[in-house]
């Protein structure tokens, strides 16, 4: 079954500082990984899907087969930043399309 | 809001009774997903409806339960209620039931059974 691991329950940071937010996970197939996000109050929205190699907000992730890893990272944090991070996999041969999520790692930037 | 939408936004309940959830997803959209955020399991997948139908089910337990009407509203029927059901409820929603679609989240609601 798949699996969805981050490491990190809390991970702190400078104002300024590179970010990693660290996602690994296991799936015998050709996975899809996405980084959805949820600032406070709000819902969780889509960051970044690895299909779409892009940035947003200055996030990038890149997936990694070998290591089976989809970290997230910033090369500087904002305040701005500090939210929920959830790393997610969809079963792209499933039929249906149900995501499966990390348990989250919760960003504080520190001003 | 043409975003997806859900009712109530809280719920406080008794242990052994029954509770409908709602949620009513974006416009157009055909597919909807039931997921259950709890503190010891995370993130959840329950259920899938597309267009009316079953499509999926996951860790839904047989005293849940869920439809998709012909207006495309979802709801989950919760019963027998118990201590370890509370936990905030998510819908998404999306265009069609796969490809490389985004799922959009509703606001969710907080289910507390005491």
């Known amino acids: 079954a798949q699996r969805v691991t981050q490491p990190e329950k809390l991970l702190s940071v400078f104002k300024g500082a590179p970010v990693e937010l660290k996602c690994n996970y296991s799936y015998s197939g050709s996975p899809e990984l996405f980084w959805y996000v949820q600032y406070s109050r709000q819902r969780l929205q889509l960051l970044l899907r690895?299909?779409s190699r892009e940035s947003i907000k200055g996030f990038t992730a890149d997936l990694n087969k070998g290591e089976t890893s989809f970290h997230l990272k910033k090369p500087f944090a904002q305040e701005e930043d500090s939210a929920m991070y959830y790393c997610?996999?969809?079963?792209?041969?499933?039929?249906?399309?149900?995501?499966?999520f990390g348990k989250g790692t919760k960003l504080s930037v520190i001003p | 809001d043409s975003g997806v939408t859900q009712t109530p936004k809280h719920l406080i309940t008794a242990t052994g009774q029954r509770v409908t959830l709602r949620c009513s997803p974006r416009?157009?959209?055909?597919?909807v997903y039931w997921y259950q955020q709890s503190l010891d399991q995370g993130l959840q997948f329950l259920i899938h409806y597309y267009n009316g139908e079953e499509r999926a089910k996951g860790n839904i337990l047989e005293r849940f339960s869920a439809q998709q009407f012909p207006d495309l509203h979802s709801e989950l029927n919760l019963s027998s209620l118990e201590l370890g059901d509370s936990a905030l409820y998510f819908c998404?929603?999306?265009?069609?039931?796969?490809?490389?679609?985004?799922?959009?989240f509703g606001p969710g609601t907080r289910l507390l059974v005491l």
């Open positions: 998404a929603s999306s265009l069609r039931a796969g490809g490389w679609e985004t799922q959009y």
């Open positions: 416009s157009g959209d055909l597919s």
């Open positions: 997610a996999l969809r079963d792209s041969g499933a039929g249906s399309y149900q995501l499966t």
């Open positions: 690895h299909i």
